[in-house]
């Protein structure tokens, strides 16, 4: 019989500390979504395979759907509104914009996230690189040719910053 | 195996983050038979939300720092089962001396997910298709399994013992993969999947050249990987290269039985087999 | 004049609020107080349901009731009523839903579902065509004669053809008796494909205390949705109010009426709360509809010169339990069967037959896929025993604009587009007789053409509505009825009316990006078949112009003037004949007030619609006009193949579409991408498998795997043609659905070409591929095999 335990833990979202009460089964991505009203955290496979829900875990990509809440105590969370107010991604979101590289919009958030991750790591990515690190997310609209060159033409931003 | 996943929930379960291992054995031996271990977690959370297991507790290992660890001796290389795919494909250990683990690290589900895969929860899973198996048998390695018990140490061959299934006892974890050699290695992971990077293997190929040591290990096609050495490729090295591929893609298509499913017929992987054990092959010699 | 916002490239009005992940679909929709719902499904593929126990399932915690399908006595459909809101007296497919559960939390809800106990007893199930057509078969749908049937339509009862359509043009067979045609015959096969949404279907309910129903419902099309229910329930249109945020993807699937009788039905069950049902993936793939499975028989005869003189096809569509939406897929299949071609003599039946399989819908392209890959195959077959070259085939047979005749008597119209211009450029691009060398010795370079063509296929009164509204500072709101799901038709809607006004585009809100509610948003037949910039685009034209002579007849009084002498551009109303007589149209907005406070005219709002003129159902010949527009297009691919493994890389893509007017171009260069990257799923990776007793065994995005990042070609090139069409808006036709209809026919005639290897049946997996390739042309696979155990190795030996 399991004896169930609520847990509090704390969890840095978006630059805002939060206690928040989970039982050991809970998914962050549900209470990112359903606790936290984060809806920009999206879901289209519940199993880790479309990568929609990724979002940054003290700085590491990680598919929320695949991710205990408990886990995640006294971590950092950032999505991509959490993201609009680093000064790089937003130039990286005018890119996606610019490009047109979206249609439905659904997997974008994610792929800004998983972009912003790639650059921040190394902003001169090699294409076959690129196309590798965002493989973990699907669009089915097809505009993997727009976030490509979005992300590409984002590098600049992100070399600026690591030289100054 | 049924792949779908109706639910979105996970069953009910308590979780355990110890730090020590001696802390993860003993819950591991308090509840025996209704713990499971996490570390990546993948494979785990997909078969509760699929409701093909209800385990009680669930034991996360990413806590432990010691199996975090990669080292190096001069007797080989330690791995600690809790490293991921990514720190794999980081680690200069890795990449330097042990190439063939390098690479299939960097098949072991999408670039996101490999941030949180790890070499042991990988291996433990026990499926035809996981990649990090033939690399290490490939490169005749070692598997550290424990207990509350104690330990007991296992060749990488050993793990599998049919579709899906392991010779882990519930209270054992892997604990660490020590791979002989230290350096020398040449060696290489080669995989054909039906789609792309993210799909099911159809045939993976792990080649290890190291002075007159030959390996060849052929994955995906069966419950268990198939290994060939020097000696049952009947390798001449004072023979030609071309006539050595020539005679050990035959020996190699006349010895494997490959399983017919949903993702590819017998015959194909068979084939495939050779192709890749050649091209495996080709890249360990031609780097020679 | 210049245009200064129409052809330039103006990203999607809502980009902001999607890279910031806030814009908020259904999905993201939620009160406090809903209640989940979950589907029970069915485990049998045909069976009668002799008892559903639900006891043990209400005594999960937090479970509220379960209904089954004895608590829903209706019938749905859009084209026939077969559908059922939870299964009645017997399932049908393996994931039928027969109850559903309702509880306070998700969990409850899984909990409670594994708990509902169903009795069945099962019949023989029927799991192909094959057997479905025999005498024998059992009967899927045994009061098939009782459903409502739309116009045009013709199920066969005591069968399981839900509808066969029939096109007669010409003899075809006196065609195939004379001398020198030589005859190409040939079976092509399509497997079932999911649309694969990203977002699932999902479904917000709150059946009101005052009787009126409000749904949040991801879904392209809100008017039919909500037509459909009222109709199928029997409540009044208007007392169901449906709200359509933006769709996470559309693509067909989401097209027509879905969930939402479902669970509005559960919202009334329950004492009236908010209900909420989103599908798994696996429930996506299992338990609703997906594209329709084909087979095509074809016979074709060409003249020695290359002349098409006579098509034949029967055509048959695995429409899995239920053929609603699929009937006009197959007769749609059926009417445009001859593609962009002249050929005096067809004769198509296409068939829509029941299956205990996952029942069928729309999906983009909407029969243009399915005929086109046996049309298109077939001219590449044709072209190499004929000796003639594939472009030169297609030159010779294209329609003619102003001259030909389609098989439906329909006349090709003078200014539907240039198919000639079409294939002229796809060849000038793709330069189909240059092929360069391979990159291994045992692989092989290809290249392949694929052309179509494509009206949206609709009834003969889909009407569109618009409403433009004037604000005090000039800025504009617009309504109109079509869906948002990323086509980017709301972005040149806003586009049209700054060009028409003059005013700056941010000074334009389409509010439809947002969201559509039937309640406020003027009329549209559904957003579908690229019909959507079209047909809403002349009625927001015209709402435009009413809006402008509401401006021009307050002005005309202000400035003293004839009403004829103003003009509106600019942003400003002016007298043509004294320029310098103006104002800005704010000063309109809410007519004209003078200083001491006296106004003339009244708020600015205009409205416009529009629906096709003249156009009509299909005689029992396949005969009558039932289309606005056709458009033309065109694809050209290179590959490689590895002869060793039969993997195929598609190096380089090119699309050619003749779209009249590229009102954005960014949004449209979208399309044609992102149309070839789905259109390369379908080609080679993409189909929906069955186990033995008809269940899907893929339902996920692993074992069914759609294009991912590392897919796209290393080359796209996109042409945009603009031959403009005189009735289209600024020239414009619809493009959406097209561009993935050519990509797999392309695919294939590459490989036909290069190896001379047929491949009649989709998806080209690697191992299909290399099977053919050994079946017919084993020295390929020999040679290539020679070159790499052998040869191959020398090169190796001198690094």
């Known amino acids: 019989m399991v004896v169930l335990k609520m847990k509090t833990i704390s969890l840095k979202v978006n630059g805002i500390t939060k206690e928040i009460t989970v039982e050991d089964n809970e998914l962050l991505l549900n209470v990112l979504r359903e606790k936290l009203g984060i809806t920009s955290v999206k879901a289209a496979c519940w199993r880790g395979e479309c990568g929609l829900c990724t979002v940054l875990l003290d700085g590491i990509p990680v598919k929320s759907c695949m991710t205990l809440a408990v886990e995640t105590d006294g971590k950092e969370v950032i999505t991509a509104e959490g993201l609009y107010s680093d000064e790089r991604a937003k130039k990286l979101m005018e890119s996606f914009v610019k490009h047109g590289a979206m249609q439905c919009g659904f997997c974008t958030p994610a792929f800004v996230v998983t972009s912003h991750y790639v650059l921040t790591k190394n902003p001169e990515v090699d294409g076959e690189e690129l196309k590798k690190e965002l493989n973990g997310v699907i669009c089915r609209c097809g505009t993997y040719y727009q976030i490509y060159e979005a992300v590409k033409d984002a590098e600049k931003y992100y070399k600026k910053e690591t030289k100054s | 195996m049924s792949f779908t996943t109706p639910y979105f929930t996970l069953p009910k379960f308590t979780y355990f983050k110890p730090k020590k291992l001696e802390d993860a054995l003993s819950l591991l031996r308090q509840y025996k038979g209704k713990a499971k271990v996490m570390a990546g977690g993948i494979m785990l959370v997909n078969l509760m939300k699929e409701r093909q297991i209800f385990p009680e507790y669930v034991i996360d290992i990413k806590g432990i720092d010691e199996l975090k660890k990669i080292s190096k001796t001069e007797n080989g290389i330690k791995i600690g089962s809790a490293v991921t795919a990514i720190e794999l494909q980081n680690s200069l250990i890795v990449r330097d001396n042990l190439p063939a683990l390098a690479k299939a690290a960097s098949y072991m589900g999408d670039r996101t997910l490999q941030h949180t895969v790890t070499i042991g929860g990988n291996i433990s899973v026990g499926m035809p298709s996981t990649d990090g198996l033939p690399a290490l048998m490939s490169m005749d390695s070692l ?59 159809t045939v993976a190929v792990s080649a290890l050249l190291k002075e007159r040591k030959l390996s060849v290990v052929i994955g995906a096609i069966a419950p268990r990987p198939y290994y060939f050495d020097h000696k049952s490729l009947q390798w001449k090295w004072e023979a030609s290269l071309s006539e050595n591929l020539k005679n050990a893609s035959e020996i190699i298509g006349s010895n494997v039985k490959p399983m017919s499913d949903a993702v590819a017929s017998s015959e194909y992987r068979k084939e495939v087999s050779k192709v890749l054990a050649v091209r495996a092959l080709k890249e360990v010699f031609g780097g020679a | 004049m210049s245009n200064k916002y129409v052809g330039k490239e103006v990203p999607q009005a809502d980009s902001w609020l999607k890279v910031t992940g806030t814009l908020k679909y259904a999905f993201d929709t939620f009160f406090p107080g809903t209640l989940y719902a979950k589907l029970v499904t069915s485990k049998y593929p045909h069976a009668k349901i002799k008892n559903i126990d639900v006891s043990e399932a209400l005594k999960v915690k937090g479970v509220i009731k379960v209904a089954t399908g004895k608590d829903f006595p209706y019938r749905l459909g859009l084209y026939l009523s077969d559908r059922d809101v939870l299964a009645v007296d017997k399932v049908r497919w393996i994931g039928h839903p027969v109850a559903a559960v309702i509880a306070d939390s998700l969990e409850a809800a899984e909990e409670g579902a594994e708990k509902v106990k169903v009795d069945y007893e099962p019949l023989e199930p029927v799991l192909t065509v094959e057997r479905a057509l025999e005498k024998d078969a059992p009967l899927i749908h045994e009061k098939l004669g009782e459903y409502r049937v739309f116009p045009g339509f013709h199920p066969i009862p005591g069968t399981n053809i839900a509808n066969l359509f029939e096109l007669k043009h010409g003899d075809v067979e006196k065609a195939f008796q004379e001398d020198d045609v030589v005859i190409i015959e ?50 009044p249109v ?30 009334k069950l329950v004492g009236r709360k908010p209900v909420k049902l989103v599908l798994s993936r696996a429930e996506q793939m299992t338990s609703a509809p997906v594209r329709d499975g084909f087979i095509a028989k074809v016979k074709a005869g060409f003249k020695r010169d290359g002349r098409f003189v006579a098509y034949q096809a029967d055509f048959y569509l695995d429409a899995g339990a239920y053929a609603d939406y699929t009937i006009n897929v197959a007769r749609t299949a059926g009417y445009s069967a001859d593609g962009a071609y002249d050929v005096p003599n067809v004769h198509v039946k296409s068939y829509a037959v029941y299956t205990n399989k996952i029942p069928t819908t729309a999906m983009r392209g909407f029969g243009h896929p399915e005929n086109h890959w046996a049309l298109e195959l077939t001219l590449d077959r044709a072209a190499s025993v004929l000796g003639i070259d594939p472009v030169e085939i297609r030159r010779r047979n294209l329609l003619k604009p102003g001259e030909s005749v389609r098989a439906t008597g329909e006349r090709v119209r003078e200014d539907e587009g240039d198919p000639q211009k079409v294939l002229s450029v796809l060849a000038q691009a793709l330069e189909p007789d240059h092929v360069d060398r391979p990159s291994e010795p045992w692989k092989v370079r290809a290249k392949g053409i694929a052309l179509l063509v494509k009206a949206p296929s609709q009834p003969p009164n889909a009407g569109s509505s618009a409403v433009v509204k004037l604000n005090e500072d000039g800025t504009i709101d617009v309504l109109t009825g079509n869906g948002s799901m990323g086509q980017g038709t709301p972005t040149s809607l806003a586009v049209i009316v700054a060009e028409e006004f003059g005013i700056p585009l941010e000074k334009v809100k389409i509010n439809q990006l947002e969201m559509v509610s039937t309640d406020t948003n003027p009329y549209t037949w559904q957003t579908v078949g690229s019909r959507g910039l079209f047909s809403d685009g002349i009625a927001l034209l015209r709402a435009i112009e009413d809006a402008k002579n509401q401006i021009k007849d307050t002005a005309s009084r202000v400035f003293k003037v004839p009403v004829s002498d103003v003009e509106v551009s600019d942003g400003y109303a002016f007298s043509k004949s004294h320029p310098w007589i103006r104002k800005e149209i704010k000063e309109f907005a809410m007519g004209y007030t003078y200083p001491d406070g006296t106004t003339v005219g009244s708020p600015v709002i205009g409205r416009g619609s529009y629906a096709p003129v003249l156009n009509t159902f299909l005689d029992a010949s396949g005969h009558g006009s039932n289309t606005v527009f056709h458009t033309y297009g065109g694809t050209g691919v290179e590959l490689e193949i590895d002869l060793l493994t039969g993997e195929v890389k598609v190096l380089r893509a090119i699309q050619v579409y003749d779209i009249g007017k590229a009102i954005d171009p960014l949004l449209v260069k979208g399309q044609m991408d992102g149309g070839f990257i789905m259109g390369l799923g379908s080609a080679l990776y993409e189909e929906l498998k069955f186990g033995e007793d008809g269940r899907v065994i893929n339902p996920n995005l692993i074992n069914y795997y759609v294009p991912h990042f590392e897919d796209m070609t290393a080359s796209m090139e996109s042409y945009m043609i603009e031959t403009p069409q005189k009735d289209g808006p600024l020239g414009a036709r619809g493009v959406g659905e097209h561009v993935m209809v050519g990509v797999a026919p392309a695919i294939a005639n590459a490989i036909l070409r290069a190896t001379g290897v047929k491949i009649n049946q989709l998806p080209i997996t690697a191992e299909k591929l290399w099977k053919a390739i050994k079946e017919q042309k084993p020295e390929l696979i020999e040679k290539a095999q020679k070159l790499f155990f052998e040869e191959g190795i020398k090169e190796v030996q001198q690094v």
């Open chain 3, 186 to 235: 040939e079976t092509y096969r399509l497997p079932q494909i999911s649309h694969v949404t990203m977002e699932t279907q999902n479904v917000l309910a709150w059946w009101r205390f005052d009787d009126y129903v409000e749904l949040w419902t991801s879904i392209q099309s809100p008017f039919a949705t909500r037509f459909l229910m009222a109709d199928a329930i029997g409540l």
């Open chain 3, 238 to 267: 208007n007392r169901i109010i449906v709200h359509a945020p933006p769709a996470g993807g559309g693509f067909g699937l989401k097209a027509g009426l879905g969930w939402e009788p479902l669970v509005a039905l559960l919202s």
């Open chain 2, 143 to 201: 598997l550290r399994i424990k207990s509350q018990d104690g330990e007991r140490t296992i060749p990488a061959s050993e793990l599998v013992i049919g579709l899906g299934r392991t010779s882990l006892k519930d209270d054992e974890m892997i604990t660490e993969i020590i791979v002989p050699y230290s350096s020398g290695l040449k060696g290489t992971y080669l995989k054909l999947i039906n789609a792309s990077e993210v799909a099911i293997a």
